[in-house]
Structure formats: C-alpha cells, structure tokens
C-alpha cells in the first residue's frame, strides 16, 4: 500500500534529479509521515544511514497527500530546489527555515514553479506551471496517489467521554459538575435535591 506510494515518489525524484538537476542531486531518503503543519520537508542535515552512506530526509506529509497529484509532486520538487540549494551552500531560508528568500524564488521558477510572496513564509507559497504539467505527464507521473492520512478538522479533537456529571436545581437553574456519580447534591436557596443531566 503505502510502499507502492514510496516508489511512486522515489521515481519522481529521480525524474526531477534528471530533468530540473542534471542529475547531481544526492539521494534521500524518502518518507511519507505526520506532518499537519506543512506539506513536505528536507533536512538540513544527513539523518539516515546506512552501509552505503548517509542521507537527507526528504519528507511528504501524510495528511496532504490526497491533494491534486500536481501540487503533491511540486511539493516534492519545491524540496528538492532545498536540497539543491542546501548542497550549493545557498542560504535560501531564514527564520528557522520559515522564510523563503529571492534566492529560493529564482531557484524554482528555474525549473518551472510558480512562487508567490506570503508576509510569515516569504516566497514560498508553490504552484504548479503548465510547463510542470507537461512535465510530468511526459513522464508518466500524472497518476493520482490513493492514500492519505486521515485528519481531525481542524480545531477539534475527538470528544473523550466525561469523567463528570452535571447536576441542576430545577427551581432556581443553578448547576454544579461532580465528578463521583452517584452523588446527592440539595441547593440550600430552594431547599431541592439538583437533578443530573444527561
């Protein structure tokens, strides 16, 4: 399931490396995986490794990935243009990595995304070009990808049930919240038992 989707992304990485990069970006390691506040990411620095070396991580969130295949794969190739720019020694970010400076913009229109300005993220906001289209429909790419993440609305969280119960007078409205439940709770003012609600 979720392998065949890493191997969709892989190909179109390689694809990109190819096309936009002359080939002379390193590979990353590749992963799908909970990131609510972003579409993608690559690491500044090689975080996995393993016998044949170490690695970035270039990841695609799991919770965006039901978007427009386009979008999807111009988030993966907005972190590429990182990447390239990362191995280049091209400071295209500031403010933690949130900024996104000229240097960026030039660096993606180049291989033919759309960057717009944000007053938070600077020029960072991604969209695809028809030339990126052509692109990855001459490469077989323009093919949906089946999963997602399920997400929350935003906002809100799954309702846990209620360690308490709420008690009302029936005469005066006055209502308290107790957490034992078999309490019996008498309003002094109207001299009754409060009732619990449901």
Known sequence: MISYDIKF??????????????????????????????????????????????????NLSAEYLNRDIANVLASLLHEAVHLWNIINNV??????????????????????????????????ITKVSPRFIETIQQHGLYEPIEHSRITMEKGKRPKKPSSTSKLICDSC??????????????????????????
């Not at 107790?178 to 109207?190: E, F, L, Y």
């Open 91 to 124: 400071k295209d970010t500031s403010n933690l990595g949130r900024y996104h400076n000229k240097h960026f913009k030039t660096a993606c229109e180049a291989r033919d995304l759309i960057i717009e300005h944000a007053p938070v993220i600077g020029w960072s």
């Open 9 to 58: 992304l892989e190909k179109a990485f390689n694809i990109f490396n190819s096309v936009y990069f002359e080939g002379k970006l390193p590979q990353v390691a590749l992963t799908i995986q909970s990131s609510p506040k972003s579409f993608a990411y690559i690491t500044t620095q090689k975080v996995w490794e393993d016998t044949k070396g170490s690695y970035f991580e270039l």
């Open 173 to 198: 409205g006055i209502s308290v919240r107790a957490t034992k439940s078999n309490i019996r709770v008498a309003c002094m003012d109207c001299n009754m038992q409060l009732r619990k609600v449901e």
